[in-house]
């Protein structure tokens, strides 16, 4: 019984939790948080309705199981479960997948077990062809993590292979699951719900492969051909050991209506030795497909088988599509109106900075302005120096030095007057020119020297007294050079 078989779920502590970008409905199965249904709300109309399967209670995931998750994502095919990734809150780590509307081929098996109506074989063929073709895309998959090794599910099982309200039929993605690793995995708890379908190979530790595959997918096509538990026994130890053995009866033998043709494709597929089996899940389908192809039933009966025995499942499904779509406008709406407000915001922003910049654009051109004035007035001021200075006429250069020389005599006799010191002698006179005598001979200069001491000898009787002589002028005057400043009168001797 899951969640959406109650008529009214009762209300989980869950509902409204976000776990990165999924809303979460409630428990999947009540009791167990293991599995989250939720939204994946999109804002683009692309919403979907997920399943949160989780891996730990670690905020962050494990980083193998990132690099699964990356790679199950590329994996896309009708009849495969689509994934969305990882994602985590407070409450863990899950790996995301679409929540795919329909019953596992267990649970329809069991349903009909307690109403009394076994699982028609038609139905359960149509599944496990389905199921056939999402392997094939998954076997043809590059293997990341080893080129040389194709892919392969490993846990093939009823519990992953859901039939839709559709008709159609996916193959689960098994790799938020711990899958077989070791030949001591048999004793472990996974192996309760998987023996009786893991492959020889894998049930001894072995690697698995798509020929390991092919075997599980046999196993369940013999059960629904037949009705009956393949490889039954009272613990999965007793399972395993029975799968070690191998198959010995074929279907036809429980079922008498099948053909030696299904009879050789099913045995095939159940070879104990992978290499007598069909090389991928393709090959097999073909054969299935051949073998038992008139007694698949079309999509439409099992749509209407789906809806006739998960009546209940089948509305609230759709009354939880109408949920997510209500949602999913509510989330649109809030976007919008976050990203209008946002949008008022930045506009009511950018307005305040034009106007902070349109102030600053003011200022700095007042400033320039008054630069432009102040280096204008500076200009005009210094024309008018310019002009006041041609107009001044320029004082006597030797008015200049007297009234220098003045004020040092000047100082010099308030010195001595006060000081009793005696007054600094005036300036030197300029060192006149001196012109060389003319060249005489030796006999003029001799006579000149008598002349001029007869001339000293008479002048010297003669009485200046008298006037009717005329006295010598005596040797010339010399005359003033124009740089000799006159002396004042009381300091000519």
């Not at 329809?108 to 109403?115: F, L, N, P, Y």
Request: with cysteine.
């Amino acid at each position: 019984m899951t969640l959406l078989d109650e008529e009214t779920p009762s209300p989980d502590p869950l509902a409204g939790t976000r776990v990165g970008s999924c809303e979460v409905v409630g428990s999947l199965l009540p009791g167990k948080p293991s599995a989250l249904l939720a939204f994946k709300l999109d804002l683009t109309g692309n919403s979907e309705t997920v399943l949160l399967h989780k891996l730990d209670d670690k905020s962050q995931p494990p980083p193998a199981a990132v690099a699964d998750a990356e790679e199950a994502v590329g994996l896309k095919d009708s009849h495969l479960e689509k994934t969305f990734g990882i994602e985590s809150s407070e409450l863990g780590s899950f790996w995301v997948t679409e929540y795919v509307a329909g019953a596992t081929l267990d649970e329809i098996r069991a349903t009909g077990k307690e109403r009394g109506m076994p699982m028609p074989m038609g139905f359960g063929l149509g599944a496990v062809a389905d199921a056939a073709l999402g392997l094939q895309q998954l076997h043809a998959k590059q293997n990341v993590k080893d080129p040389l090794r194709p892919r392969a599910h490993g846990l093939l099982r009823p519990q992953h292979i859901v039939a839709t309200f559709g008709g159609s039929a996916k193959l689960l993605n098994p790799r938020y699951l711990k899958l077989p690793h070791s030949s001591t995995s048999a004793d472990g708890e996974w192996m309760a719900g998987n023996a009786g379908y893991l492959s020889p190979e894998s049930i001894r530790g072995e690697p698995v492969t798509p020929r390991s595959d092919v075997f599980s997918l046999a196993v369940l096509a013999h059960e629904l051909l037949t009705n009956k538990v393949l490889f039954s026994g009272r613990n999965p130890r007793e399972r395993a050991d029975a799968t070690l053995k191998g198959a010995q009866v074929p279907p036809s033998r429980l079922n008498f209506s099948l053909s030696p043709q299904v009879d050789e494709a099913i045995m095939k597929a159940l070879s104990l030795d992978p290499i007598q089996r069909y090389a991928n899940a393709g090959d097999f389908h073909r054969a299935l497909r051949s073998a038992v192809g008139p007694y698949i039933w079309k999509e439409a009966q099992r749509a209407e088988y789906m809806e006739r025995i998960f009546a209940t499942r089948s509305r609230r499904t759709k009354e939880l599509l109408v949920r997510m779509k209500e949602r999913e406008a509510a989330a649109i709406a809030q976007a919008e109106a976050e990203r209008q407000a946002a949008a008022q915001r930045a506009a009511e922003e950018a307005a305040a900075r034009a106007a902070e910049e349109e102030a600053a654009r003011v200022a700095a051109q007042r400033q320039a302005d008054a630069a432009a004035k102040a280096a204008a007035d500076a200009a005009a001021a210094a024309a008018k120096a310019a002009k006041a200075a041609k107009k001044a006429k320029p004082l006597p250069v030797a008015l200049i030095a007297a009234a220098g020389g003045g004020a040092v005599l000047i100082v010099g006799i308030l010195g001595f007057v006060l000081l009793g010191a005696d007054p600094p002698p005036p300036p030197p006179d300029p060192k006149p020119i001196v012109t060389p005598p003319p060249v005489v001979a030796p006999a003029e200069v001799a006579d000149a020297g008598a002349d001029e001491a007869d001339a000293g000898t008479e002048d010297g009787g003669t009485d200046v007294a008298d006037a009717g002589e005329v006295p010598d002028a005596g040797p010339p005057k010399k005359k003033k050079k124009k740089n000799e400043v006159p002396l004042p009168p009381w300091l000519r001797k």
